[in-house]
């Protein structure tokens, strides 16, 4: 009898562990070797899916706009597709994206897949699968842009698939310039320089249309615009170059427009969002990008709003960003992620999802998107992209060191405005930085 | 002979009840505090990153954060929190409990005005007052432009927003605390005021002569707890200012953080977190020594 009670309890603690095990996972189901036969297109998957195990999946996500619904809605036509695969979109502050999957993964308890950008490949690739092991990595690398390799690619691996690129560009209080009685450049041909362009933005603001200048969203990626225009740099094949006379004309010149009141310093200083400041109609320009438009499209009502032209320093230049879906490794569900994210990446897919948020497409194939709105706008913004300087795409080529610099920059350009810091100072403590990532990953002789 | 025995079983059973009464607390304590201070140890002698393998680089996180000059600023500013709330916060829910402790019309009311924030996140503490006192998109300014006054600059101004974020905290801790002062009024046996009274003593007399030696335990009780409290103080200021104006907001836990998890240096911030709970507990007991352990003097 006694041994009859004891067995039950082995028993019992053995299915809790079991289903423990179960739903602590990034995934719950089938191995992978029951899909092993399987193609890796997510057609192949599709035909083998029927008598497949039930598999549950997570997709950590963001969003910026609609990015979310519009997933959403690809989910549901896979899981249609794949009627043993639930995927569960989880979404979360961008702030916390990394934070939360390092220590998903610090703890044995990957998600199944994550949306990600290109900081989060550069720290957390190794915990990333190799789409290489599962897909012809070279084919699929001939589907995309040579200039998103930075987006995916974490040396030989190819750690995610690009869904969108995005372009930091200038978006306009269209209401406030024409109410002040100043015109914006229409065309490549009458670009502001950005001496003009404060003098415009000046007009702008004492004609009393809005209250605020601009607005740019932080001191690293988005400022990294001006500073490339200014033909400044973060880094070249000498080392730190954020102490150069070209870069140090773009900090000053950055620090001018907030001494002088016409950038919003709290929006640097202590948080606050510009992407509410300039939805109130109180700013006349947003330094910002392709995600925005979706978001302002939807969102402002009250006045119009435009994509100008970025002004001209020595040259012009954009930053390009984008977001990508990657699958990790230990998750038991690797397969099945891979599948999901060939399948939601491929060209139909993706033109969908481009086309409903209003996104550039990576893909080569999903080049000539046509939009339902606001095509104008995204004109301006591919030709912000395309006039790219080379030096964005040097610093952008060396994986993680743009976590580095922008993390520096967002810690001492604050201090720069409040005067703790000078320029020089600023630039000086960036460029040591910046010499010893490239001193220890090999960047220099 | 068989009472005795009985009476030997309950004597053995009075001395396990302690311990089987805390066991929970205890390994509470041991899974979520002591385990994890154990890894911090450990961690905090590596170059973690946060994934891959350890390697051990003995002291040099130890070594590099005693000059890391930005840490120090964070915990300087920490200490300056720290300092101007803790009185504040202390006098405050004194005040408000010495006057709710009497029977008074609507009573129950104000306790619970009073103490509804402290129910209130610190998150949305800070989103709160980010909304009340925000730069440009704060009511306040808005309501300064809107009679023609100039707008003050609440976050951008590291004196401003230090005064911001001390006002936030006061404003959310002090009802927790009333309750603490009110529940230690109560104990207070009145044939000491009756006492006072036919000595003809003033309310004021009786206040600094009776209420407050008798509440000394009271009060150690509550200035520990917010002191520790104030110490750790992280999603109040991330919210309203991000630490901001350039680091004058910026305590020592939101440093420990941010190079943890934007610099993705976890072994180093562990090395941070091993030293502030060091500077805690010897603040901490500095304070149980110089207050004779919240003892009522004799």
Known sequence: MKRTTTSRRVLALGLSAALAAALLGGCGGSPAEENAAAENSGDATAETSSNAEPVEMDLIWWTDGNETAVMQSLIDEYEALHPNITINLQEIAFEDLTTKLQMSIAGGESPAMSRCVETTISQLSDAMVDFNDYVDGEALKEEYLDSVDYLYLAGDQIAAIPTEVTANGMIYNKTAFEAAGVEVPTGEDDIWTWDEFKQALQKVVDSGAVKYGMVIDNPSHRWATILYEFGGSLANEQGGNLSSPESLNAINYTKELFDEGLAVSSIWLSGEDPNNLFRSGEVAVHIAGTWMVQNYDENIQDFEWGVTYMPIGTTRSSVPGGKSITAFKGTGCEQEAVDFITWVTAQEQNARYCQECLFVSPRVDNANIEYPVRSEEFAVFANELANTTPAASFDLSMPGYTTIAYTALQDLWPEVLAGKLTPEEMAAEIDAQTNEYMQENGYLN | ?298
Do not use: C
Not at chain 2, 72 to 99: D, E, K
């Open chain 2, 1 to 298: 002979m068989k009472k005795a025995k009985r009476s030997s079983i309950a004597s053995t059973e009075m001395k396990i009840f302690p311990y089987v009464m805390i066991a929970p607390n205890l390994l509470i304590f041991l899974i979520f505090i002591a385990v994890p201070a154990v890894f911090g140890l450990v961690y905090s002698l590596t170059d973690w990153g946060g994934i891959g393998e350890l390697n051990f680089i003995g002291f040099a996180n130890y070594a590099e954060l005693f000059t890391d000059r930005r840490f120090w600023i964070s915990m300087r500013q920490t200490f300056l929190y720290a300092i101007i709330s803790l009185p504040l916060i202390m006098v405050v829910s004194l005040l408000l409990a010495t006057l709710l402790v009497k029977s008074i019309h609507g009573r129950g009311f104000f306790r619970a005005v009073f103490y509804w924030p402290s129910m209130i996140s610190y998150i949305v503490v800070g989103l709160l007052f980010q909304f009340i006192f925000g730069d440009s998109t704060g009511i306040i300014n808005y309501l300064l432009s809107t009679m023609g006054l100039p707008e003050v600059t609440w976050f951008t101004n590291s004196i401003t927003a230090m005064a911001v974020v001390v006002l936030a905290t006061v404003w959310s801790r002090t009802g927790f605390y009333m309750v603490t002062f009110i529940s230690g009024l109560q104990s207070i046996d009145d044939t000491y005021y009756e006492a006072a009274e036919v000595d003809g003593a003033s309310p004021m007399r009786k206040f600094f002569s009776i209420t407050l030696p008798l509440l000394k335990p009271t009060m150690f009780l509550v200035m520990i707890l917010s002191f520790i409290d104030l110490f750790k103080q992280y999603g109040l200021v991330i919210t309203m200012t991000n630490g901001g104006p350039a680091g004058a907001t910026k305590f020592a836990v939101q440093y420990i953080y941010e190079e943890a998890f934007q610099k993705f240096r976890l072994g180093y911030a562990s090395a941070l977190s091993m030293v502030t709970m060091l500077i805690l507990a010897i603040l901490t007991l500095l304070q149980f020594k110089l207050n004779n352990g919240g003892a009522i003097d004799d």
